[in-house]
Structure formats: C-alpha cells, structure tokens
C-alpha cells in the first residue's frame, strides 16, 4: 500500500488578478499557488481545492494549464510537476428543517 498525504478541503483566497473568492481564506491561496505550496513546501500528493466552479477560477485554472506545468487527467483532476494530483471541488449548502423545528444551513 502507498502512502499519501492529502487535504481534500482547501479555500481559494483570490484569485490570480485578485478578486476575492472566499473571503476567511489567506489573499496568497490562489490556485497556482496552492498547487505550488503542495508540491514544493508541504509534500501534499493529493489536494481538493474547494471553489473551482467560480467563473474566475475557472479562468485560473485554463492559464494554469496553459503553462505546461500541468495537465488534466481523462477522468478528472489535474496533475501539476508529476508530484500533486488536483481534485476540482465545489461545496454545496442546504437548508433543512430538524426535529427541533428549527431550520439551519450547511456546507
């Protein structure tokens, strides 16, 4: 069995020409340079980056591509410098009603 460091929930701060994304996470983390920070600095082979279905990461991620430095893999993901696999998240929230009565969100 291989071993695997991993972390499947990190926030996009900005994006690369700023804009805000999620507004709790560092101004740093955008996608490239978390992708950077897995495979340089923190030995993560697997990371699910959250927030990939804003337009503008959206945008992010097709110039990032574009630098060779990575590639999509055919059934999902990305692989950047052959050392991190990228997995594309989005989080949802629902509203629900508990027993209680009383109605909550969550992600």
Not at 4 to 26: C, M, Q, S, W, Y
Request: aromatic share 6%; net charge negative; proline share 2%.
């Amino acid at each position: 069995m291989n071993e695997v460091f991993a972390d499947l929930h990190v926030h996009i701060g900005r994006t690369e020409n700023g804009k805000p994304v999620k507004i709790t996470a560092a101004k740093s983390l955008n996608f490239a340079n978390i992708a950077k920070e897995c495979a340089d600095r923190k030995g993560i082979n697997i990371v699910g980056i959250i927030d990939c279905a804003s337009p503008y990461v959206i945008e992010d991620i097709e110039n990032f591509l574009k630098t060779g430095e990575a590639y999509e893999i055919q059934d999902g993901g990305i692989i950047y410098k052959d050392k991190v696999c990228i997995l594309l998240g989005s989080e949802v929230e629902t509203s629900e009603v508990g027993r209680n009565g009383n109605k909550r969100s969550s992600t």
